[in-house]
């Protein structure tokens, strides 16, 4: 299994840390959410993994290996997004040809196959491309390169919701054939929540929270019930809070068994499962407090 560890990673911009001392993990065959509010480091964090910033401080390894200057770490990895100024001018055939060179795992007829699917002129320049366009081209080196972690900087922006179902279906595809990891950074967090295996949440350029989905959905909980009931809250952490009519409803964070899921609905809990947006809805705001 390979690895992209993230140690104690610092940048800063004209004095201000867009990444402050950041720690996280990347396994492969697994499909992260990258996720947070804007300016929060999401996309200093990509950059500097695949070397297009340096580090002030802090490692970026590749199964042990430091990926700054390291050629063969860095053909493994990728980074696109829905606008690529080193593009500009540059016919879709010459990007086609340059990945090919780049990219020890660049799939040449899959390149093909993608360039139809997204109905693309491989003779037009990338600069007269419409955003959804040059989104396509994004995705077409993104998937052809078949690096063995690729990473998406909401490449999905400029997509209509039909290229956008089918952009999803490819990735799946890819992921369930090949073992690949994906990074996407994304706001369209309901919409694509189906995709995640994992999720990196950032605020204020560390990671919040890293944790499995599924774990997750299992440990961030919404309980309801009259504001008085509160006190039976005391053994897990609460998020947020509101009140409505003299009824309070908690998101709150703990291990929920079965018998403990009980118990609460014993004492008058009404407890529902969150989606994914609102759990990073409620982290972050509660982060923000």
């Excluded at 509010?37 to 990509?46: F, I």
Aim: charged share 30%.
């Amino acid at each position: 299994m390979s690895v992209i560890e993230v140690r104690d990673l610092t940048k800063s911009f004209k004095g201000k840390k867009a990444v402050d001392q950041l720690n996280v993990t990347f396994e492969s065959g697994k499909i992260y959410a990258l996720l947070g509010r804007n300016a929060v480091g999401k996309t200093t964090l990509m950059r500097l993994m695949t070397t297009k910033y340096i580090a002030d401080a802090g490692s970026i390894t590749y199964n042990g290996e430091e990926v700054f200057e390291n050629e063969k770490a860095l053909r493994k990895m990728c980074m696109f997004s829905d606008d690529m100024p080193g593009f500009v001018g540059i016919k879709i055939k010459k990007l086609l040809k340059m990945a090919e060179v780049f990219y020890e795992g660049y799939d040449k007829e899959y390149a093909k196959y993608l360039i139809e699917e997204f109905d693309l002129d491989v003779n037009a320049r990338y600069s007269n491309l419409s955003k959804g366009q040059k989104t396509a081209v994004a995705i077409v080196l993104g998937l052809s390169s078949r690096c063995e972690f690729t990473i998406f900087d909401e490449i999905y922006s400029g997509l209509d919701a039909v290229m956008r179902k089918q952009f999803y279906r490819l990735l799946l595809e890819e992921y369930s054939e090949r073992e690949r990891t994906f990074i996407l950074s994304t706001h369209l967090i309901d919409e694509m929540s189906n995709l995640f295996t994992d999720v990196v949440i950032m605020e204020h350029g560390k990671v919040l929270l890293e944790q499995e989905i599924e774990e997750l959905k299992h440990s961030v909980l919404s309980f309801r019930a009259p504001k008085e009931k509160k006190a039976f809250l005391h053994q897990v952490e609460i998020i947020t809070e509101s009140e409505f009519a003299g009824t309070s409803t908690w998101i709150v964070k703990g291990e929920f068994s079965q018998k403990v899921l009980e118990d609460f609905k014993n004492q008058g809990f009404e407890i529902t499962a969150l989606s994914l947006q609102d759990i990073f809805v409620a982290l972050t705001e509660n982060e923000r407090r």
